[in-house]
């Protein structure tokens, strides 16, 4: 039963723990490796993935008040909880990185953004840049009429979505060795670590240059459960450069995966880690025998 201040999470029918399959792909088996998919993108339609565990457990935190989030243009997030707030009948507010973008007709994902109920407020980026100062954050929400929103961060990473995301880890217990993702925040990371058994390893790929992710998982995991948790580590060779970069070579990889393993590759994060994967496999990075489960934490878009 929902009632009005506890949205009924249950009624959108997610679907856990997701599916793990096994992957036929040669360059893992000729070195001894099993391959998995950890498919947290059939989590749900449109709360795909690690962002259905990170929003959940904030939506009921919610109370049904309005959630205001942040994102930039192309922002996964901010369509995840658009999504969540039409299908919860809660109000949304997303704050999106760049004032230009203001007067121009949207692009497609903050047109799903509109379609979905979502209210958007344009900031410049320097607003954005410093709106987790409280005086920033408190003009931010006095300006966008919001100002009893409940604040869910940008990417989603606080401690109720890290502690959900250490059910992704416990899913996984005695089924993998490695586990691998693609880290933005770091939050599902900091989450999925600290819910594996003693003996499993987490593996971090960033998408996102600047080496401060270490740093940012090691704060988000001592804020959600007061300390280090689980085993994990980060590998920084695969972000070809940043957010939303690619390369040929990346995007020829990405469709080529697709057709050996009939997977929609999502190119921002799920390309990276796939790519980052194989490479690790070819240069002998993991023992014989190893495991390797990938988490395919989300979906092309459109
Ligand atoms: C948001 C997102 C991530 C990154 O999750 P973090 O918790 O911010 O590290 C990874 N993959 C996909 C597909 C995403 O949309």
């Not at 929103?149 to 990417?155: C, D, F, I």
């Not at 929609?264 to 023992?287: H, T």
Request: net charge positive; with cysteine.
């Amino acid at each position: 039963m929902s009632s009005p201040d506890a949205p009924d999470l249950a009624a959108l029918g997610p679907r856990l723990p997701s599916p793990l399959r096994e992957a036929e792909d040669d360059r893992f088996a000729r070195r001894g490796l099993r391959l998995l998919l950890k498919r947290d993108d059939l989590i749900h339609p449109e709360l795909i993935g690690n962002k259905w565990r990170k929003l959940a457990p904030n939506l009921a935190a919610a109370h049904g008040r309005t959630v205001l989030t942040f994102g930039g243009a192309y922002s996964n997030h901010l369509r995840a909880a658009a999504a969540a707030g039409r299908l919860l009948g809660l109000p949304t507010v997303g704050v999106v990185r760049g004032q230009e973008l203001a007067g121009r007709p949207l692009n497609p994902s903050l047109a799903r953004c509109a379609a979905d109920g979502m209210r958007l407020h344009f900031v410049d980026r320097s607003t954005y840049r410093r709106k987790t100062e409280p005086d920033v954050l408190a003009r931010v929400l006095r300006a966008a009429g919001a100002e009893d929103a409940y604040v869910v961060p940008e990417g989603g990473s606080n401690t109720e979505a890290v502690r959900g995301c250490r059910a992704l880890g416990e899913e996984l217990r005695g089924r993998a060795d490695v586990v691998a993702l693609a880290c933005g925040t770091g939050g599902t990371l900091a989450g999925l670590a600290a819910g594996l058994a003693p003996g499993q390893r987490a593996l971090g790929i960033p998408v996102l240059k600047g080496g401060f992710l270490a740093a940012d998982t090691a704060e988000l995991q001592q804020r959600a459960f007061g300390g280090r948790r689980g085993e994990w580590a980060l590998d920084d060779r695969f972000h070809f450069g940043g957010y939303a970069r690619t390369s040929a070579g990346l995007d020829a990889f990405a469709e080529d995966f697709e057709n050996r393993h009939g997977l929609p590759v999502e190119r921002l994060y799920v390309a990276k880690l796939l790519y980052g994967l194989v490479a690790l496999a070819e240069e002998g990075a993991f023992p014989r025998g190893t495991a390797v489960a990938a988490v395919i934490t989300g979906r092309p878009f459109p």
